[in-house]
């Protein structure tokens, strides 16, 4: 008999699953609105006299190209765990999701950054606070790749019957 737990930890892991597919498949069709406009402040940064429309040196492609590429491949990646965690493999997936995060807490939720979010009603409390909740994820993936700490807990901690609440 399933017990409650796992009951638990199944759907926890499904529904969690199917929303990393589903953020990264939006990612994938409409990162680029959202996203653009960061890769752009980040490439102002470190290269400050670059050009949206002039070449990567070495690759040949424009920028604007290349955020395309690296928008879709963060969507893929979202996508990608979300399928590893749903098979179960953990591990991997949230290896790769901790990527993706990574990607956001550099761009979108980057306070350094300097875009014109005024425009877009993004204030720096609100990045902050955009911030905290993709950090956030990251634990949560980390929890994940443990399979939620329970290969060192007892499970009979966890019988129903068993626990005693002080």
Do not use: C, W
């Not at 926890?12 to 402040?41: E, P, T, V």
């Amino acid at each position: 008999m399933l017990s409650s737990r796992k009951i638990t930890y199944f759907l926890g892991r499904l529904l969690f699953s199917l929303f990393l597919i589903a953020i990264g498949y939006h990612m994938f069709q409409n990162g680029h609105q959202i996203y653009n406009r960061y890769l752009h402040a980040l490439r102002k940064l470190i290269l400050p006299e670059s050009q949206g429309s002039g070449l990567v040196p070495l690759i040949g492609i424009t920028f604007e190209r290349l955020n395309q590429i690296i928008i879709k491949f963060d969507g893929a990646l979202f996508v990608t765990s979300g399928l590893l965690i749903l098979i179960q493999k953990q591990a991997m997936g949230s290896k790769m999701l901790i990527v993706a995060v990574i990607f956001i807490l550099l761009t979108k939720d980057n306070p350094f950054l300097k875009t014109n979010d005024k425009l877009y009603g993004l204030d720096q409390s609100q990045r902050i606070l955009e911030f905290l909740k993709h950090l956030s994820l990251i634990g949560v993936a980390l929890i994940i790749s443990d399979k939620g700490g329970k290969e060192h807990v007892n499970e009979e901690e966890f019988n129903d019957e068993k626990v005693k609440y002080d």
